[in-house]
């Protein structure tokens, strides 16, 4: 058995080596994903190693049994100096005797020891197909429970991915404050921040996770401190129904109502009195308020990690958007080419040769100039036809700008710097001026449609018509005239 000083010997050395094999795996850089996030868990299985290797040390140090304290003084005896020795020594090849076959490894190869192959395949069974080892977020059982909430908002999966975060106001979120009084609410909340929590484990195991419990913890405080004044009026606080209200108004059109009639008939069937006052607000109803602390808490933590997370959710966003116009197999082959940047093999850098290397990180050869395709090569010669990118339209309106193609030519007329040239010659950009390219072609039809707009405005003196009492008809004007002379 070790001695507690070797014990506590062991322990120090243990968390310097492990110190410098993350100083070590720090310094080593990456360049495929799969690589990078086996780093990141080997380095936070360190870490862990560290902290508990560092509690064990503060234990020994309290000796809190005394033990570490005897063992010094037996040390320092002042009697025989070699007789604790001896005793020591005696014991350990008595140990090793009745122990001939034990192994003795040492601490720097068990510590160095990894087994790449078994990493790689955890990190394999940690994720969904659909999360492709950490690069996307995989929210659709979450987002089939929000749909079946009742009375919320219907959205669709993409505009969830950019919404679920929005929990602080009821019009923001989509969620009424009826729905977030339920059990489902609750439970929604719930499963919502456990898959964040375990997919930032997973995907950034070195985020900081008591800095987001910090945080919530003071926002939650925040907002109890801010409830408990809106609430420190207990002559808003109804006994019967336990809830406090903020408002006087809202506190009278609530007794008429049958829930309120109910609890009062309840409380007085008790023998309680209905009209009893809380001693304090903040204490009133508390099983209540603290459910509701406690679906604050899940709200504040589902919008931190949602900003931890802003990469990635950009990235799923971005994916769930292209997916809706790729079909099968362009989408699988976009996960192959996700497949081949994650399994790449590094290595293989170091042995290529050198004249390989320049070829592949040299400048794509383009001598068509074509336009870059979405896997950042040059589209095909006949797709570039097909679409008509050759042919030239040059906007004259557009500072001359010259678009490419048919497509991006129409599309341009709605767009902010068409609109922002028509609004510098002080036309409007209506669907009269589409396919109008030239400055002067601009001026000269609005003017024609000011005078066509002109000539068909109504003009009283000719257009109104007027009845003497013999029943001619005449317009305005020669009325106006006969009548001044006396002739009507």
């Not at 809106?230 to 808003?236: C, G, K, N």
């Amino acid at each position: 058995m070790l001695s507690i000083l070797e014990t506590q010997r062991r322990a120090h050395e243990e968390v310097e080596r492990l110190s410098d094999l993350v100083a070590e795996e720090m310094a080593t850089k990456h360049k495929k994903h799969i690589g990078k996030l086996v780093q990141q868990h080997r380095i936070h299985r360190h870490l862990e190693r560290i902290q508990s290797r560092s509690a064990f040390l503060i234990d020994s140090y309290n000796d809190s049994d005394g033990s570490r304290k005897t063992e010094i003084a037996a040390i320092s005896n002042t009697g025989d100096d070699f007789a604790e020795f001896y005793d020591r020594l005696k014991s350990i090849k008595d140990h090793f005797r009745r122990n001939q076959n034990e192994k003795v490894e040492v601490l720097e190869l068990e510590l160095a020891k990894v087994d790449e192959d078994q990493e790689v395949e955890d990190i394999e069974n940690m994720f969904s197909g659909e999360e492709m080892r950490g690069r996307f977020l995989d929210l659709n059982a979450c987002f089939s429970q929000y749909i079946n909430l009742k009375n919320v908002k219907r959205i669709n999966y993409l505009a969830y991915i950019s919404e679920f975060d929005k929990l602080d106001n009821d019009n923001d979120s989509g969620i009424p404050s009826d729905t977030r009084k339920g059990g489902e609410y609750k439970k929604y909340l719930i499963a919502l921040s456990t898959y964040l929590k375990e997919f930032c484990f997973k995907a950034m195991p070195l985020y900081d996770s008591e800095g987001v419990e910090e945080f919530v913890k003071a926002k939650v405080d925040e907002w109890a401190e801010t409830l408990d004044q809106e609430m420190a009026d207990p002559e808003l606080y109804c006994a019967p129904c336990a809830k406090q209200f903020t408002k006087k108004a809202v506190f009278d059109g609530h007794l008429p109502g049958k829930k309120h009639k109910k609890a009062v008939e309840s409380v007085n069937a008790n023998g309680t009195d209905s009209n009893a006052k809380p001693t304090t607000v903040a204490n009133s109803g508390s099983s209540s308020r603290e459910a509701l602390k406690h679906v604050k808490s899940l709200e504040f933590t589902i919008m931190r990690l949602a900003e931890v997370l802003a990469a990635h959710r950009e990235e799923t966003r971005d994916l769930v958007e292209r997916k809706q116009t790729l079909s099968a197999d362009e989408i699988d082959k976009a996960k192959a080419m996700y497949d081949l940047q994650d399994w790449g093999q590094e290595e293989e850098e170091d042995f290529s040769d050198p004249e390989e290397e320049q070829e592949e990180n040299a400048e794509i050869y383009n001598p068509l100039k074509l336009p870059m395709g979405w896997d950042g090569k040059p589209i095909p010669y006949w797709l570039y036809k097909l679409h008509g990118l050759g042919v030239e339209y040059p906007c004259e309106i557009c500072g001359n700008f010259i678009y490419m193609g048919r497509k991006a030519f129409d599309r341009h007329f709605q767009e902010w710097r068409h609109a922002h040239g028509m609004r510098c010659l002080g036309i409007p950009n209506t669907k009269h001026f589409q396919e109008i390219t030239r400055i002067q072609d601009a001026y000269t039809l609005w003017e024609k449609l000011n005078s066509t707009k002109k000539s068909e405005s109504f003009k009283a003196d000719a257009m109104e018509e007027f009845e003497d009492a013999e029943g001619n008809v005449f317009n305005k004007k020669t009325f106006e005239d006969l009548r001044r002379q006396g002739l009507l």
